[in-house]
T-cell receptor, first 112, second 114 residues
Framework: AQSVTQLGSHVSVSEGALVLLRCNYSSSVPPYLFWYVQYPNQGLQLLLKYTSAATLVKGINGFEAEFKKSETSFHLTKPSAHMSDAAEYFCAVRVGNEKLTFGTGTRLTIIP | DAGVIQSPRHEVTEMGQEVTLRCKPISGHNSLFWYRQTMMRGLELLIYFNNNVPIDDSGMPEDRFSAKMPNASFSTLKIQPSEPRDSAVYFC????????????FGAGTRLSVL
């Protein structure tokens, strides 16, 4: 069975500081991994995805994530937080033809 | 493309009433997903369709919930009778190649059952 665990339901960072949102996955076979973002009163939209090509994946809005098999992790980072990054972020995993499984989400707050 | 379109955006109803949520997927997409989002349970997949056929409805909470996809451009999620615990935001999403591909979400329907 596949699953993802997002560590920290709430993360606060100062504007301009590093953003680090953590995601660990569980899968017996190589997974596909995704980060989605949800802005207030909107649906989810894809930030980036890992599909077994490069382990460092670059997404929209300056975000990137690195797949680390040894750590079963797919953490999301951004070097410098912007006020517009305030949102909820979801990690998701899919294996083969299984349905996409979302984590519980991390709400990111940016402190001016 | 207009994206995934859901209606209504907000629905307030009384317990026991029938509620119908609507979704128009992105043209050309052949898979459609219904999700429910609550503070307590997070984002839950209720059901998904491939080529208008329900593939997995294991997430549908109970018989009060039903979903249909009569054609490639329209789907409904119906709750009858509705209960206060059904209050949530319901999202529809579509993708090009089923669960294998990126899902595009609608803006959601916020349902309040009083």
């Amino acid at each position: 069975a596949q699953s993802v665990t997002q560590l920290g339901s709430h993360v606060s960072v100062s504007e301009g500081a590093l953003v680090l949102l953590r995601c660990n996955y569980s899968s017996s076979v190589p997974p596909y991994l995704f980060w989605y973002v949800q802005y207030p009163n909107q649906g989810l939209q894809l930030l980036l995805k890992y599909t077994s090509a490069a382990t460092l994946v670059k997404g929209i809005n300056g975000f990137e994530a690195e797949f680390k098999k040894s750590e079963t992790s797919f953490h999301l980072t951004k070097p410098s937080a912007h006020m517009s990054d305030a949102a909820e972020y979801f990690c998701a995993v899919r294996v083969g033809n299984e349905k996409l499984t979302f984590g519980t989400g991390t709400r990111l707050t940016i402190i001016p | 493309d207009a994206g995934v379109i859901q209606s209504p955006r907000h629905e307030v109803t009384e317990m026991g009433q029938e509620v119908t949520l609507r979704c128009k997927p992105i043209s050309g997409h052949n898979s459609l997903f219904w999700y429910r989002q609550t503070m307590m349970r997070g984002l839950e997949l209720l059901i998904y369709f491939n080529n208008n056929v329900p593939i997995d409805d294991s997430g549908m909470p109970e018989d009060r919930f039903s979903a249909k996809m009569p054609n490639a451009s329209f789907s409904t999620l119906k709750i009858q009778p509705s209960e206060p615990r059904d209050s949530a935001v319901y999202f529809c999403a579509s993708s090009l190649y089923g669960g294998m591909d990126i899902q595009y979400f609608g803006a959601g329907t916020r349902l309040s059952v009083l």
